[in-house]
């Protein structure tokens, strides 16, 4: 690479750092960022809304529940979520609902499987993770 090329990548670089760092602050918060990225998320990813509707409805109601009415309302959400995905991603500039509120719960379809991956230690506010005891078996002779 040449010197020359070199030094506008760095340019670049620096240019666009604080930038991205804004775009993930604008993101946090409610806005016309948010409701885009979130439209444009539900969008692309509206067909986890029925893995997400059979996982939730095991873990309230149980496993035959969610295999069986999980699985067929998980189908008849994956559409809605598409156009509510395209709708919020086009009107992102208009503040429709109120103060930029999803229309649909939860707002993205991956916090249906939010707790799958917590950690296999509990952490509270100001104290050490606790390990999960283990047991072990002996075998009898």
């Known amino acids: 690479m040449r010197p020359?090329?070199?030094?506008?990548?760095?340019?670049?670089?620096?240019?666009?750092?604080?930038?991205?760092a804004g775009a993930v602050e604008a993101l946090e918060k409610?806005?016309?960022?948010?409701k885009a990225a979130r439209g444009f998320g539900n969008l692309a990813t509206?067909?986890?809304?029925?893995?997400?509707?059979?996982y939730e409805m095991s873990k309230e109601r149980?496993?035959?529940?969610?295999?069986s009415l999980g699985f067929v309302e998980g189908l008849g959400k994956t559409?809605?979520?598409?156009?509510?995905?395209?709708?919020?991603?086009?009107?992102?500039?208009v503040e429709y609902p109120a103060k930029w509120r999803p229309i649909l719960e939860p707002e993205f379809t991956w916090?249906?499987?939010?707790?799958?991956?917590?950690?296999?230690?509990?952490?509270?506010?100001?104290?050490?993770?606790?390990?999960i005891a283990r047991?072990?078996?002996?075998?009898?002779?």
């Open 79 to 93: 559409i809605p979520r598409a156009f509510v995905g395209l709708y919020e991603f086009l009107s992102s500039p």
């Open 62 to 67: 149980g496993p035959v529940w969610g295999a």
């Open 46 to 54: 509206c067909y986890l809304e029925w893995p997400g509707t059979i």
């Open 4 to 20: 020359r090329s070199l030094l506008v990548c760095a340019i670049a670089l620096v240019w666009l750092l604080p930038a991205a």
């Open 135 to 141: 047991t072990t078996t002996h075998a009898r002779s």
């Open 111 to 131: 916090q249906y499987f939010e707790d799958v991956y917590e950690p296999w230690f509990a952490t509270t506010e100001g104290t050490e993770p606790q390990p």
């Open 30 to 34: 409610p806005g016309i960022a948010r």
